[in-house]
């Protein structure tokens, strides 16, 4: 399977376009996928660069219309306007804005047309119901032959894109949106264009033969052009996330070479290089810092909202912006490493996907535009057949053909395609702002599921630093432990090793070092072998090792670190990990959402009842090897638990993976993004409850969108088809058709646009 490489499409209109794309790419030989979204207007495509390449693409889909882009897969290595360029997000945009603008002027100078022509309609049904006089003869020998002047010019100019879609569906049979309503629009013309071209021949064949559709035709592609105007206006506005995580990359960097200062350009700037930051000042890029110390506003990557001081060894992060005091750090990631670089390409990537919910929508916007033009002709055939009976031909002539139309425009798509993607997009954006990241669409979805949460203690309820407490241990065991610990990645053993630093023991070289999964760890010091761990790592061993010898300290949510010899237990230390603030808060909050969070830990049990009781977790597995957890998570599952898991994601992987949803603690720069399906920034748990909360209330819009797209049409089709007609006498207007299908798009887009301000 090749990467997928994103483009991005020009001229694609509505959702049926998004799958005469797919289609049509998908048969070219050499192409493995292609994924179309019509909310970002991208397309996804992973293909044998040996048999087809995108000038194939483009040759294939030019005649219908549609030019696939450059890539915009974002590669952070280029300066900041090259990449943006690239990525041809402000491109497409000043484009989008031109598109824009044009459709504006067409607009404005088709309104008063069609007010016009609304007026002649009205006065035409006022004087009929005998409200208001009979226009006079001479106005109405005006307009009569003024209307089809309008009319042409609505059709021809403004209508043009519908026009041009009817042409590709005669030309190549592919039908979308603008073919139905050039379709539409254009019999309503014809038919009217006939009547007032052979007027007196056919009112003497036909003597009640209906008036003329002019007036159809106008107001119906104003209407549209209308909506399509507004939609389009308010989709730009839901993907401007990604816009302002762009904005937040600084263009230079202040850097020290040969002792001097020089103000580079960030893409020039190396691994290592020291790079000073005014009060005030963006920070170029990732670094630790290495003289100074300042408050920093991480509030645009993190969505931390209080300044955090950096000090001497600390993180700072691109995009972040300096508050008071200057300070130097040392470069350690430059272009696309940086934390600001991998989430943008995740932001970006995630609004691309597809939520599964889109799938029933895909499914019948693919087959709507065909089924549509089937229900069209055949309301059209049976006014005719059934009609002519009892109303006479020419009028059952004329109310077919007012269905035709008013089935082609209000069955239209568009609002269909938008409904999920749009609300993904607002949805993952609002997430990124808020220091949420969401790895796709149906990690969004599912979160909005789950009930139970697991969270690993180490780093996630605590803060992950622990620090050596009590001490049972002579200096030269000690020492021997540190040895042993300096090999592990453990938390656990950063303790020890700062100890050992801190008080300056000699640490010595270790042999046969070994990791013992969830239980501890072995190794040769000094021609001794020296095993380190838990009890049941003791026992394990054999060793006679009694628990409540260290239980004092347990259950005060210590964990004890057990030295030993293959003979005999030597002594213990005690090691103890800060709760983190947020902890109890958090846990309260997924309460209130009806969430059990279960706490699940290699720990001691007795220290992790105590931690779980500190911050009010209903659960507790203890003594669990990481393997295990995974077999938490199954169990919970088989029961029809839908199961989140939250861990440091680094020996949590399996258990990440296993998780409906796996939400991984991203602390400093180093964020294992790609391993989770969510990961909280700043390592803040209370973000959990956010998360949870975003994906309720983007499910929500979506599903108010799919009601407001699929309520149009069922409610729409029948109603215009004039299937009402010989019960009720109802009978839709295209007009009103034309109305309603744009209305249901605006909506739909409006109704997205309004979960960005939702509070969460
Ligand atoms: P958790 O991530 O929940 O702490 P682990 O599987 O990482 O679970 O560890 C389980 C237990 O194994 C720890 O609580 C500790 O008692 C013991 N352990 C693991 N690694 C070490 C180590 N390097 N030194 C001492 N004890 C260790
Ligand atoms: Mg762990």
Not at 12 to 39: L, Q, W
Not at 94 to 107: D, Q
Not at 272 to 289: M, Q, S, T
Not at 427 to 443: F, P, S
Request: with cysteine; aromatic share 8%.
């Amino acid at each position: 399977m090749n990467k997928p490489v994103i483009y991005k499409i020009k001229g694609m209109h509505c959702a049926s376009c998004a799958s005469i794309i797919e289609r049509t790419v998908k048969k070219i030989d050499g192409v493995e996928s292609v994924s179309v979204n019509p909310g970002t207007e991208n397309a996804k495509i992973s293909y044998d660069q040996n048999k087809t390449n995108p000038e194939f693409f483009n040759k294939q889909l030019e005649p219908l219309g549609y030019t696939l882009l450059s890539s915009t897969a974002s590669d952070m290595g280029m300066s900041r306007d090259e990449h943006t360029a690239h990525l041809g997000l402000s491109q497409t945009k000043k484009e989008k804005l031109a598109e824009l603008s044009s459709m504006k002027s067409k607009i404005i100078s088709a309104i008063p047309l069609a007010v016009l022509s609304v007026f002649i309609m009205g006065w035409d049904i006022f004087a009929q119901l005998q409200v208001v006089r009979e226009m006079p003869l001479v106005w109405e020998e005006f307009f009569h032959h003024l209307l089809p002047i309008i009319a042409t010019y609505v059709l021809f100019v403004v209508g043009k894109p519908y026009l041009l879609g009817l042409y590709r569906f005669l030309r190549y049979g592919k039908a979308n949106m603008d073919t139905l309503i050039g379709l539409g629009t254009s019999v309503a013309f014809l038919y009217s264009f006939i009547i007032s071209a052979f007027e007196e021949t056919l009112f003497a064949a036909f003597p009640n033969l209906s008036g003329t559709y002019y007036d159809v035709t106008i107001v119906v592609i104003t209407f549209i052009a209308l909506g399509k105007y507004l939609e389009t206006r308010s989709k730009i506005k839901t993907g401007d996330a990604i816009e302002k995580l762009l904005n937040l990359q600084a263009k230079t960097a202040l850097v020290i070479r040969g002792g001097k200062e020089l103000e580079l350009s960030v893409n020039e700037v190396k691994h290592d290089d020291l790079v000073i930051v005014k009060p005030g000042a963006k920070i170029p890029l990732d670094g630790v810092v290495t003289e100074g110390s300042s408050f920093v506003d991480e509030s645009m990557v993190t969505g931390e909202p209080m300044p955090t001081q950096k000090k001497v060894g600390d993180m700072v992060i691109a995009g972040t912006m300096n508050t008071n005091s200057t300070f130097t750090f040392r470069v350690t990631k430059i272009g696309s490493e940086t934390l600001l670089a991998h989430i943008i390409q995740m932001v970006e990537e995630a609004q691309n996907s597809k939520a599964p919910i889109q799938a029933l929508a895909d499914k019948i916007s693919s087959i709507f535009v065909p089924v549509v033009l089937v229900i069209a002709l055949i309301a059209l055939g049976t006014w005719i057949l059934f009609g002519t009976g009892s109303l006479g031909f020419s009028q059952s002539l004329s109310f077919g053909l007012v269905s035709f139309v008013g089935v082609l425009v209000i069955a239209c798509p568009c609002a269909l395609g938008l409904a999920t993607p749009t609300a993904i997009i607002v949805g993952v954006g609002k997430g990124a702002k808020e220091g949420i990241l969401i790895k796709d669409a149906a990690t969004l979805e599912k979160l909005h599921n789950v009930d139970t949460v697991i969270v690993d203690k180490t780093g996630t309820i605590t803060i992950g630093k622990p620090t050596l407490v009590d001490i049972g241990l002579d200096t030269e065991f000690l020492a021997a432990l540190a040895s042993l610990e300096k090999k592990s990645e453990h938390p656990i053993a950063h303790a020890v090793v700062q100890y050992a630093q801190e008080n300056n023991l000699v640490v010595h070289d270790v042999s046969n070092f070994e990791n013992i999964q969830g239980k501890g760890i072995k190794g040769i010091v000094g021609g001794t072998e020296y095993f380190a761990g838990n009890a049941t790592y003791m026992h394990d061993l054999g060793l006679d090792f009694d628990s409540t010898e260290v239980e004092q300290f347990t259950v005060q949510g210590k964990t004890p670190v057990i030295l030993a010899t293959k003979e005999k237990v030597i002594g213990f230390v005690m090691v103890a990990d800060e709760i983190k603030k947020e902890s109890k808060q958090a846990v309260a909050n997924l309460h209130k959402l009806g969430i059990k969070v279960i706490m699940v830990t290699g720990d001691n049990e007795q220290t992790a009842k105590y931690i779980a009781s500190l911050v009010g977790i209903d659960e507790v597995v203890a003594h669990v090897l990481p393997q295990d957890k995974l077999a938490t998570i199954k169990e919970l599952q088989s029961k029809g638990h839908v199961v989140a898991m939250a861990g440091d994601g680094v020996n949590d992987a399996p258990a990440l993976a296993q998780a409906d949803v796996g939400i991984a603690m991203g602390t400093g720069t180093d964020v294992a993004i790609e391993s989770a399906g969510i990961t909280l920034l700043g390592g803040d748990i209370s973000k959990l409850t956010k998360a949870i909360k975003l994906s309720k209330i983007t499910m929500r819009g979506i599903k108010q969108n799919l009601f407001f797209a699929f309520i149009y049409n069922i409610v729409g089709i029948p109603l215009a088809a004039g299937l009402f007609f010989p019960i009720f006498g109802w009978m839709l207007s295209p007009i009103f058709a034309g109305f309603a299908m744009s209305l249901s798009s605006v909506s739909v887009v409006l109704n997205s646009l309004r979960l960005k301000k939702m509070k969460i």
